[in-house]
């Protein structure tokens, strides 16, 4: 049976491929930093989640080698038969004090916290508001909730009005988005969506995995950002961005919303606890975020949004560390990815269906652990690239 299964999956990849969309997956030599080593040698890498640099940090390190001492390896069980340990707990109440919430609740990934999520606490007689650009984690829990399911264009305000005027026959009206949308580096308006929610009674809920640590006064994210901590009812994030690199997520929430989780969020039933090693480290990361810190990845931004609109460079406007140079097709931001790799600097080149047709883009993240000369360097090395681009095609 296999071998017409096989025929059929080796056209697909072969469309894939004939498309240009083939990912394939650069192998690293080194610890996930600023510089890594690649098979073509050392480079600058201007690609990672890695915000504020933390992926490598002695402390963190540290901390992960002393839990493996302290608490083993791994858990072996789910929490609720024998896989919560005291830093567990020490976890969730950190982060709900960082956050703001009554209490939070550790997943193995934020795409486990967003699956098991909806369908725990809505059921048919419910609607979900969705932000169209919304990660695939939130849109794929959305569709194992039974509740009606009806989608804004991204970040328009006037839709979701329309929206939620249309969900009024509804039990629970909950509105879900992205803090940040990372193919653009837009933040959400969450000033402007609680203030909707507030006018027609809804819920929202944010998943903040691109924003937790860095954004806002104290790196609590957008709704700090937007001054509406208060207003947002169900945080969810990840610890694998800027929270230290590795695995695990959360959801943090009003209280009765964590216990409901803990009783039925599927996720969280069946699978292990998140192993003592990122847990401790993740305590350490908490530790580490510094107003300094902080300035410093906002710095880095501005200077290479400066830098690169000086140099002619089409960039999406914002005020993220996430920053798109816009090429246009796809196969061009492919061959200036190349070309960068080849001058010292790793970007990945986004092209259709992950972003629309006609708006492909090298996506470039900065890190606090950039320094000014790197992002210089990145700066050069673009114009070289462009410059060698033009070359070819005349």
Request: hydrophobic residues 40%; charged residues 25%; proline residues 3%.
């Amino acid at each position: 049976m296999f071998g017409r299964l096989r025929e059929d999956l080796r056209t697909t990849l072969g469309e894939i491929r004939e498309a240009g969309l083939f990912k394939d997956e650069r192998v690293l030599k080194s610890p996930q930093r600023a510089a890594i080593q690649v098979a073509s040698g050392n480079v600058l890498n201007f690609c990672a989640n890695n915000y504020l640099g933390l992926a490598d940090h002695p402390a963190l390190v540290e901390s992960a080698q002393r839990a493996l001492t302290d608490w083993g390896f791994g858990m072996a069980s789910v929490r609720f038969i024998c896989g919560t340990q005291e830093p567990h707990k020490e976890l969730e109440r950190r982060l709900s004090q960082f956050l703001g919430t009554d209490d939070t609740i550790l997943y193995s990934s934020c795409f486990d916290a967003n699956g098991g999520l909806f369908e725990t606490l809505l059921s048919d007689q419910d609607t979900i508001i969705s932000d169209e650009l919304n990660h695939a984690s939130i849109i794929d829990g959305i569709r194992l909730s039974k509740a009606r399911r009806l989608r804004y264009r991204n970040r328009d305000m006037a839709d979701l009005e329309a929206q939620l005027q249309s969900a009024q026959d509804a039990r629970y009206r909950l509105i879900a988005t992205d803090g940040v949308f990372s193919m653009d580096g837009y933040l959400a308006p969450l000033d402007e969506i609680t203030a909707l929610a507030e006018k027609y009674n809804a819920l929202v809920m944010v998943d903040d995995s691109h924003a937790v640590g860095f954004m806002g006064a104290t790196g609590a994210g957008t709704p700090e950002h937007f001054g509406v901590g208060d207003k947002v009812d169900i945080y969810t994030g990840t610890l694998g961005k800027a929270l230290g690199g590795a695995s695990g997520g959360y959801v943090a929430a009003h209280q009765e919303i964590v216990d409901v989780l803990r009783q039925r969020s599927r996720p969280y039933l069946f699978s292990n606890s998140l192993a003592p090693s990122i847990t401790a480290a993740a305590l350490t990361a908490l530790d580490l975020i510094t107003p300094d810190l902080l300035d410093r990845l906002r710095a880095n931004a501005t200077h290479f949004r400066t830098r690169m609109t000086e140099a002619g460079f089409d960039l999406l406007a914002g005020e993220h560390p996430i920053i798109p140079v816009m090429i246009g097709d796809a196969a061009e931001a492919g061959r200036m990815a190349d070309l960068l790799l080849a001058q010292g600097i790793y970007v990945i080149g986004f092209s259709y269906p992950v972003v629309p047709h006609g708006k492909a883009r090298i996506r470039t993240q900065m890190s606090a652990a950039h320094t000014a000369d790197d992002i210089d360097r990145a700066v050069e090395a673009f114009i070289a690239a462009r410059a060698l681009m033009h070359a070819d095609n005349t």
